[in-house]
Every structure is written in structure tokens, then in C-alpha cells.
Nanobody
């Protein structure tokens, strides 16, 4: 397994969760990593992405100010801290590696390696 997502669970609205993505790739430091989510009956949507270097992460408008993405290159790990969770955040969350090194794309088709997903359920 090259990307493994974990940390999902069930929380009440307003609560927090921290997702982790362990990446077992020697080239981890060279590529941006993104988080996506997919709710039942919907398409996979971009949540956040962190560039390979010290650049600024990017976020979907729906999570700005509530979610924070970060990476630890020494541990080959990317985290997604999710605060003030809402029922509409309920979805399976996936981490993925961008095929483009110099930017943080939002289109799922520009990511070539995917983790298995972790379920986040937010109850009202």
C-alpha cells in the first residue's frame, strides 16, 4: 500500500477529527498530496492539497477556515485537521498524490496514486 488514510470516525456537528495519510513512497517529498471526499451518490470532490515544498496549501471554499492540511516530510505523513465539522462533511475521505509536481491541482484526474479511503460521519 503506497498511501494509507486513517483517522475517520463518527462525531457530532461542531466536533473535530484528524485524518492521517501515511505515504510509503521514496519520492514523497517531490509531489503535492491532496485530500478528496466522496459522499454517496456524488462525485469525488477536492478538499485540500499541500505542495511539495514550503508553498501555501489550497482549500475548497467549503472547508476554508475549518480544515488545515499539513505534511511532515520526515515521517512521510500528511494530516488533515478538521474542526467545526458539519453534517455535510460526511463522506469517505481519500488522500492522493498529484501527478503534477509544481502545483496543487483540484481535479481528481490529476492525481495518480490513491489511498483506500476513511469514512467520516458527522451527526446533527
Amino acid at each position: 500500500v503506497q498511501l494509507q488514510a486513517s483517522g475517520g470516525g463518527t462525531v457530532h456537528a461542531g466536533g473535530s477529527l484528524r485524518l492521517s495519510c501515511a505515504v510509503s513512497l521514496r519520492t514523497f517529498n517531490s509531489y503535492p498530496i491532496g485530500w478528496f471526499r466522496q459522499a454517496p451518490g456524488t462525485e469525488r470532490e477536492f478538499v485540500a492539497a499541500v505542495p511539495r515544498g514550503s508553498g501555501r496549501p489550497s482549500y475548497a471554499d467549503s472547508v476554508k477556515g475549518r480544515f488545515t492540511i499539513s505534511r511532515d516530510n520526515a515521517k512521510n505523513m500528511v494530516s488533515l485537521q478538521m474542526n467545526s465539522l458539519k453534517p455535510e462533511d460526511t463522506a469517505v475521505y481519500y488522500c492522493a498524490r498529484s501527478r503534477i509536481q509544481h502545483t496543487t491541482p483540484t481535479a481528481p484526474g490529476l492525481y495518480d496514486l490513491w489511498g483506500q479511503g476513511t469514512l467520516v460521519t458527522v451527526s446533527s
